[in-house]
């Protein structure tokens, strides 16, 4: 399942998003306890937070007793890749020829090492390619 479309998110969902990714799986008052105090936000808020990333499908849940326990539906990487592809598709219009200069340019201002490893990344995907035909 591919849990888009997200829209763009909050500071708080992204916040627990990075919280889920580092304990693995938590409920929402040890979020809460890690999150919410320090901003001044009630556990209620962060709940809701946390309904709305798996209603988002960015966060599995299960039931254990009377609280849902939460886990990151995919990991940071893969969260990444899929926002950026979103984002990307979602301003160019899927115009292949604009999302590959946006890329290189990106690549090419942040140097060098960057732009090798663009290379390798476009490489690997070939011999991956031409291996699964």
Known sequence: MRPTPWGLLGELEL??????WEAGESDAKAVHAK???RRGITLNTVQSA???LHEKGLLARSKISHAFVYSPAL??????REAVGDVVAALLHGEADAMVAAFVGVAERAGDDT???LEALIADRRKATR???
Do not use: E, I, W
């Open 35 to 37: 999150l919410g105090r």
């Open 131 to 133: 291996r699964s035909r």
């Open 50 to 52: 946390m309904k709305r």
């Open 115 to 117: 732009l090798a490893q």
């Open 75 to 80: 990991g940071r990487d893969d969260f990444h």
């Open 15 to 20: 916040a627990v998003l990075d919280r889920l």
